[in-house]
Structures are given as structure tokens and as C-alpha cells.
């Protein structure tokens, strides 16, 4: 198991940017494919961006792809999104998410994801 907790949610104006940061306190966090996910209300956990752990190589959803930049750093056991120009339809609740499982491709399928964060929440208003 892998603890990890989210930070850096908030309210931004529509335009605005964030950065969401996810600490992680496995000792073999490099090993780890990462994501982060939203979920919004009555809606199914969304797979935002994903980064894998051999290579850095990367998923993003279509919704977010251009805007978002999903980042890590193993020597501090961090992962980082980079949102710019949010939209209101970006507000959600943001998780941080460990795949323990090597894959040869990065997975946006959470049922493939062993923990997660409590989530972030971010809001962008119009």
C-alpha cells in the first residue's frame, strides 16, 4: 500500500490555472504508474491524466488534452498536475491514484488503480 494525499485545490476564475501536487509516501513510489482522476456528482470517476513509471510516458482524456500537464518527481516521491485554462466543466473533485502493476501502456482504467488519495477539490467559476 501506498499513502497519498492530494493538495493545491481551490477556486479559480474560467482561464485560470492550478497546480495540484501528490505526496506519496511509498518507499517504491518509481515503480508506480500514477493518475489523476475527477468525479463529479452522479458522474463516473474520469481518468484526467496518467503518467508511467518506467519511461514518464503519459495519457491525457481528450477534455483536457493541451491544458493539463501531468508531471513526477521519484527522488521526492511526487506527482503534479499542471492545469491552464480551466473551464467550469473542469470542477471536480481531483484524486491521486497508484497503479502497482507494471502495464506497457499507461492505463486510464481506474479499475487498474490500487490507492488513492482523499481528493482535492477544485472550482473553476464562469
Known amino acids: 500500500q501506498v499513502q497519498l494525499v492530494e493538495s493545491g485545490g481551490g477556486l479559480v476564475q474560467a482561464g485560470g490555472s492550478l497546480r495540484l501536487s501528490c505526496a506519496a509516501s511509498?518507499?517504491?513510489?518509481?515503480?508506480?504508474?500514477m493518475g489523476w482522476f475527477r468525479q463529479t456528482p452522479g458522474k463516473e470517476r474520469e481518468c484526467v491524466a496518467a503518467?508511467?513509471?518506467?519511461?514518464?510516458?503519459?495519457y491525457y482524456a481528450d477534455s483536457v488534452k493541451g491544458r493539463f500537464t501531468i508531471s513526477r518527481d521519484n527522488a521526492k516521491n511526487t506527482m503534479s498536475l499542471q492545469m491552464n485554462s480551466l473551464k467550469p466543466e473542469d470542477t471536480a473533485i481531483y484524486y491521486c491514484?497508484?497503479?502497482?502493476?507494471?502495464?506497457?501502456?499507461?492505463?486510464?482504467?481506474?479499475?487498474?488503480?490500487?490507492?488513492w488519495g482523499p481528493g482535492t477539490q477544485v472550482t473553476v467559476s464562469s
Open positions: 491514484a497508484a497503479d502497482r502493476r507494471w502495464r506497457p501502456r499507461v492505463t486510464p482504467n481506474a479499475a487498474s488503480y490500487d490507492d
Open positions: 503518467i508511467s513509471s518506467y519511461d514518464s510516458s503519459t
Open positions: 511509498g518507499r517504491t513510489f518509481s515503480t508506480y504508474a
